[in-house]
């Protein structure tokens, strides 16, 4: 885990610049919370509403993201009245909570829009069970969200925008489909069953507490599309929470919520989940676990007790979204899997065409952009096939063989990186064996996703041809891809 965090690599340090500004952003949404006058209540909720606009946006052109920001207010506000005004009405409460639930991972099926917007709408809802909101402090809260969106959209847009240098994100469209077809209806289903779970158990093992059972079970669900993904994302939520736990008996809990140094470890705990959320969920939840302690800590309320009872929760939230995967409208992890992979082949194909195009004097191709689709395409498998690869499947040729075709596919992308910058090469030629090349690649990646048979080249690239030599790299990869994807790449983790 150490070397997933500290040794992963990080073009143009874009990791270390998001987690940066989320500390200024938060930091500074916190500190005009409190020259406006606001409670410690206020500023708790003002500096979770920074921390989701900057964490949760992730829009592909910045015009979107800054509309996105905008619109968070306009979901969060009315949720956290619904919240609010039902604090005495459990019943209603709960059946409340557990229909933002559905509605918010439904919303993914508008794509990164819908699932911040999601993603915000419950965490407001959480926050108001966190402190116990009343409609007394509404008119508070409210301004709290308000000053601490627009202070983070100051840091974000204005006074570090670094996404303005950047190409716009190639985003993958969710997968297609109607009805209990498509997979985020099937997850909202799931979602709202393992979430009621965690809601009366986590409710039996405190009727102070339970939301964290909610909490647990929503989180799992983020980010994942099949059973395999969501097993494991659960193993590493409950394996961050137990490490955060530790931590918390060692460093939160002495501190007694003394004011100054926890304000330095809540800084470093924001920089934590933004820098490694992108390579690790188990140190992100860690995080999240401590974070969640030092607030506790400057409530007043933070005991070993309470930390017992987190992981409790924690547990039961993890084991509510298992069995919602495992036996509510389940998504395996083939189905999925086989999916992204046969898109990515797709892309590989689209790659190398836009490439030979641009080799031949086409200024209007542009493999540049297929390339990051890729890239993104690529992330997505290679999430899909986590259970398959995971420490804990144990059986090795399934594993060895998704390895395999995560090997190959790899391959691939490095190739196309290869021909690509061949192509952008102003005085690059073309050679009339490219449109043969690439006719090849093309029905190689119709045999792998139709079933056919794979064809491989006879001609042997050479160093004074370099355009050819990528191609020809793409080829056997594509040749050998074969064998691997004839055999259904099924976990026995997730009874695919």
């Known amino acids: 885990m150490l070397k997933r965090v500290f040794m992963a690599p990080d073009p143009g340090r874009l990791r270390l610049r998001f987690a940066a500004r989320a500390v200024l952003g938060v930091g500074l949404a916190v500190v005009v919370c409190g020259l406006a006058g606001h409670s410690l209540a206020g500023a708790v909720t003002g500096g979770l509403a920074a921390l989701l606009a900057l964490f949760t946006v992730t829009d592909a052109t910045v015009r979107g993201q800054a509309l996105t920001t905008v619109l968070l207010p306009a979901v969060g506000l009315p949720v956290l009245a619904a919240a609010a005004e039902l604090h005495d009405q459990p019943g209603a409460r709960d059946l409340t909570f557990l229909a933002v639930v559905g509605a918010g991972v439904y919303a993914r099926r508008w794509g990164p829009r819908g699932h911040s917007l999601g993603v915000f709408a419950f965490m407001t809802y959480f926050v108001a069970q966190f402190l116990h909101a009343t409609p007394g402090q509404l008119p508070e809260l409210y301004a709290a969200v308000l000053l601490s969106v627009l ?26 489909g109607t009805g209990l077809a498509r997979v985020t209806t099937r997850q909202a289903i799931q979602a709202t069953a393992g979430a009621g779970f965690a809601l009366v158990v986590g409710q039996l093992l405190s009727g102070e507490r339970w939301y964290w059972a909610v909490g647990a079970a929503w989180w799992v669900f983020v980010n994942t599309t099949s059973r395999g993904e969501t097993l494991v994302r659960g193993f590493r939520r409950v394996l961050g929470t137990v490490i955060g736990v530790g931590l918390g008996l060692l460093v939160a809990v002495p501190l007694h919520g003394a004011a100054v140094p926890t304000a330095v470890l809540l800084a470093v705990c924001v920089f934590g989940i933004f820098y490694t959320a992108a390579v690790s969920y188990t140190w992100m939840m860690l995080c999240v676990t401590v974070l969640a302690e030092l607030l506790y800590g400057l409530l007043g309320v933070l005991d070993p007790a309470l930390l017992a009872l987190r992981f409790a ?3 039961v939230g993890a084991l509510g979204a298992v069995l919602a995967v495992l036996f509510v409208l389940p998504v395996t992890t083939h189905t999925v899997t086989d999916a992204w992979i046969r898109r990515a082949l797709r892309c590989v194909h689209a790659c190398t065409a836009e490439a030979a195009a641009r080799l031949a004097g086409n200024e209007g191709a542009d493999p540049i952009a297929r390339v990051a689709e890729l890239e993104q395409l690529l992330g997505r498998v290679r999430l899909s096939v986590a259970p398959l690869v995971h420490p804990l499947n144990p059986m090795l040729g399934r594993k060895r063989r998704a390895r395999r075709v ?15 910058a061949v192509a952008a090469d102003p005085e690059a030629s073309h050679d009339a064996r490219l449109a043969a090349a690439c006719w090849r690649v093309e029905a190689a990646v119709e045999a792998l996703t139709g079933g056919g048979d794979v064809p491989v080249s006879a001609i042997e690239a050479t160093a004074t041809e370099p ?20 055999a259904p790449l099924r976990s026995p983790l997730v009874g695919a």
Do not use: M, N, Q
């Not at 204005?158 to 190639?170: H, K, S, V």
């Not at 992308?413 to 021909?419: F, K, M, S, T, V």
């Not at 355009?467 to 004839?486: C, F, I, Q, T, Y």
């Open 151 to 176: 202070t983070a959209s100051a840091v974000r847009f204005g006074l570090w925008c670094y996404e303005r240098r950047l190409p716009p994100a190639a985003v993958p469209a969710p997968p297609a």
């Open 313 to 315: 929760e924690t547990g």
């Open 406 to 420: 995560l090997a190959l596919l790899d391959d691939c992308a490095r190739e196309i990186r290869g021909l690509v």
């Open 467 to 486: 355009a050819l030599a990528h191609l020809h790299g793409v080829e056997r990869a594509l040749a050998d891809l074969a064998k691997p994807l004839r």
